[in-house]
């Protein structure tokens, strides 16, 4: 185990939270701690967005200590009117810690960067290829001599530490997700806190509750299928049919597989954090969540700042949103738009009216209730879309290269297949009964009597869902409809119902629209994207929730009939949750440590270690592919899908002509299927032709391994001239391309 790399991680991401106190603390100046659980991302967001315009010029460790210098300028000089708070800051780092050294001791039982099961061999080729790159973008290590076309901010972000750290790619990949899931916790708990802190709960038990909800609590799948085994088999079968399941509902402890529980609505995604975390990957979908949490404390520090404070309040909207919203965007773009809808949301329900934003305007005085209710709504959008402009701009180049590249054969499709109300009670049971209860408690009769127009709205909805087969406007629509009248009404809500209204229009949204993309039909992948994020929002907002229902400064219930005090029963509900929210992690991190192919007695975080083990006659070739300086082109087989593909150009940077199939989605179907022709020329056809293409794609190393032979045969190259064989690996034949020579020869015929 690399006791010392985790030391000199944990150093850097203390130093970078140090550093980033001040800038919190203006950011965040009426939160408890002033916003230290904030410091971190905010610190590593600014020096990310920094290097990533640097780099457009010239990306270099140097660049990377340039942008740092640059951020520690500012908070230096923000730090003349700052008093250090050590007992936030050590608070803050201890969450972060706790969070971050678990999952180092997750991934250290089961390191490996390994094609299967998810996207690794994406995350850490992409890592590689800016490890290499001279000048951001990086090259493709799956399409050489054309830019990346992903949206590549996360490991960015990654590699920026890499670098800072001087730490070998295979060991940083392992200790840069345990960071993002740290920074996950920290700021679920920042955000919990200071809202429950506002309304007088415990900002330690609501930020330590949405900590759980977000980063260690599944959906209801597996309890579910446990309790099948005590349920009448019609029942059970009635269960299943409903999710769609070829096997039985019933499971036996023994059976138990952790994927299971991230495919419960029948085509579709349901990821939530654990189960993304165990898994692995160091994707997108991931690593902007805690970016996207620190847009929501950003919206909530405008929703608390006081109405008569128009320059704070202009300041963070206009300077501070736009900038994490752009730095969201170069992430990933799927979350893009959501930073947009919470900061329209807790504009619309703040206590200033939007207009005030704009120098030389005013709220707008009307008896019309409707109308003044209209105009906050479009304000609030007429200022969101500012945001999202200046957003943009900040993500720049980026945000060009995708909407004109692999965005633009995107298009919008509408009404896809439908989730059932077992598949959402399952997805999403634990937060509903929660905001159920709460949102329940704060509906007084008063409040009743004001909002009789939007509950008769709210009655339309249930039977036109009912009667419609859209489980979701019944199930989830109250929830939108009930959040928004509250809010509107008077009552004791906070940012937490905000969240909740955000989040169940994510769910309501996706069952009617969603994005056509060429990786899968329907709306498979924006369930995924989408359900990560609603998952981080309203397990933020049920933290909040119970810790104010169990608090005795909390709402009380409106009907005076209920036997038990809601103290009680929001006790009761929370043991009950965290009970069965917690039956899926015990399993899987069972599993994962108990499994007879993971390292728990040998544990690293070497990434590339399983390589030696699993591919012996590889092994060697791709090390000595991965010492080659500067970005020299190769040609290997095309990657098949989650299989053992394109190994050197995914573990080395090395751009290779064509790699795996998600090419075709970025590039088109065409481009992909004419360079999987040509490669296949370059191992089957004449010299003229290999000439030819190996010229046109600067090819300097043929890679000929297992998977070659298996494809194309056993070609010899060294027969040509200007190709000779450097090295002979067990399996494996590299053979380098003199270019200048065929190029030479291609000049004098």
């Keep these: 185990m690399e006791y010392a790399l985790v030391a000199l991680w944990l150093a850097a991401y203390y130093v970078l939270a140090f550093v980033g106190l001040p800038v919190a603390a203006a950011l965040f100046a009426r939160f408890p701690g002033r916003g230290a659980t904030y410091a971190l991302p905010v610190a590593l967001g600014f020096v990310t967005l920094l290097t990533y315009w640097l780099g457009q010029v010239a990306f270099t460790t140097l660049t990377v200590a340039v942008a740092f210098a640059v951020f520690a300028a500012v908070s230096v000089f923000l730090a003349r009117d700052y008093d250090l708070d050590v007992g936030a800051y050590a608070e803050s780092m201890a969450v972060f810690t706790l969070a971050f050294l678990f999952l180092v001791a997750v991934r250290a039982v089961d390191p490996g960067i390994v094609p299967g099961g998810g996207e690794k061999f994406l995350d850490f080729g992409l890592m590689k290829s800016l490890m290499r790159a001279p000048a951001l973008p990086p090259e493709d290590m799956w399409w050489a001599g054309e830019p990346v076309l992903y949206y590549y901010g996360g490991i960015l972000m990654a590699t920026v530490l890499t670098k800072l750290t ?48 977000v980063a260690f609590a599944s959906n209801l799948f597996t309890v579910t299928r446990l309790v099948a085994n005590v349920l009448p088999e019609s029942l059970a079968a009635s269960v299943a049919g409903a999710l769609e399941m070829d096997e039985p509902l019933a499971l036996a402890p023994k059976e138990f597989h952790y994927w299971d529980a991230s495919r419960v609505i029948p085509g579709t995604i349901n990821e939530f954090p654990l189960f993304a975390y165990v898994n692995g990957d160091l994707h997108a979908h991931m690593t902007s969540q805690p970016f996207l949490l620190v847009v929501a404390a950003l919206a909530y520090a405008v929703y608390r700042t006081p109405p008569e404070n128009r320059r704070r309040r202009r300041a963070l909207v206009f300077g501070a949103l736009p900038v994490a919203c752009g730095l969201v965007a170069t992430i990933s773009f799927w979350s893009f738009p959501t930073t947009l809808g919470v900061t329209w949301l807790a504009l619309t329900f703040a206590d200033g009216h939007p207009r005030t934003l704009v120098p030389g305007r005013s709220a707008p005085e009307s008896d019309d209730r409707l109308g003044r209710e209209l105009d906050r709504t479009a304000s609030a959008a007429a200022v969101t879309a500012v945001v999202g402009a200046l957003a943009l701009v900040w993500a720049g180049p980026f945000v060009v290269n995708i909407l004109l590249g692999a965005a633009s054969s995107r298009g919008i499709g509408f009404l896809p297949d439908r989730s059932s109300f077992v598949g959402l009670l399952v997805v999403h049971g634990a937060f509903l009964a929660v905001f159920a209860l709460y949102l329940g408690s704060h509906a007084k009769r008063p409040v009743t009597e004001r909002a009789t127009a939007v509950g008769v709205a709210g009655a339309a909805l249930l039977v036109v869902g009912w009667q419609g087969n859209v489980a979701a406007v019944v199930l989830v629509g109250p929830l939108l409809v009930g959040g928004w009248a509250l809010l509107r009404s008077g009552a004791d809500l906070d940012f937490e119902t905000v969240l909740i209204v955000g989040g169940a229009g994510l769910v309501l949204l996706v069952e009617f629209v969603f994005v056509k993309d060429n990786a899968v039909a329907s709306r498979f992948n924006t369930v995924f994207k989408v359900y990560m994020q609603v998952w981080v929002l309203w397990g933020t907002a049920a933290g909040i929730a119970l810790a104010r229902l169990l608090s005795a400064r909390g709402p009380k219930w409106s009907v005076p009939a209920v036997p038990a005090s809601r103290r009680q029963v929001s006790a009761v509900l929370a043991v009950v949750l965290l009970l069965t929210t917690s039956v899926y992690g015990a399993f899987a991190l069972g599993q994962h440590v108990g499994s007879e192919r993971n390292r728990a007695d040998d544990p690293t975080l070497d990434g590339k270690a399983f390589v030696w083990t699993h591919h012996p006659t590889e092994a060697e070739a791709i090390a000595w592919m991965d010492a080659r300086e500067g970005r020299p082109h190769i040609v290997s087989a095309p990657g098949k899908p989650y299989q053992w593909g394109s190994p050197v150009a995914s573990l080395t940077g090395l751009p ?12 088109g179907r065409d481009a992909y299927r004419e360079r999987k022709r040509d490669v296949e020329l370059m191992y089957t056809a004449g010299w003229e032709t290999r000439k030819r293409l190996l010229d046109r794609y600067d090819v300097r190393y043929v890679y000929l391994g297992p998977r070659e032979r298996d494809r194309y045969g056993n070609t010899n190259f060294e027969k040509y001239p200007h190709v000779r064989k450097v090295d002979h690996f067990d399996a494996v034949r590299i053979y380098a391309v003199n270019q200048s020579a065929i190029e030479d020869a291609s000049d004098r015929g």
Excluded at 190 to 195: E, K, T
Excluded at 656 to 667: F, K, N, P, S
């Design 166 to 213: 001087a730490t070998a790619p295979r060991f940083a990949f392992n200790l840069a997700l345990a960071g993002f899931y740290g920074m996950l916790v920290v700021t679920v708990y920042g955000l919990a806190g200071a809202v429950a802190d506002r309304r007088g709960a415990s900002p330690r038990l609501a930020g330590g509750l949405a900590a759980f909800f």
């Design 656 to 667: 290779t002509v064509v790699g795996w199939y998600q090419e075709g989605i970025y590039r």
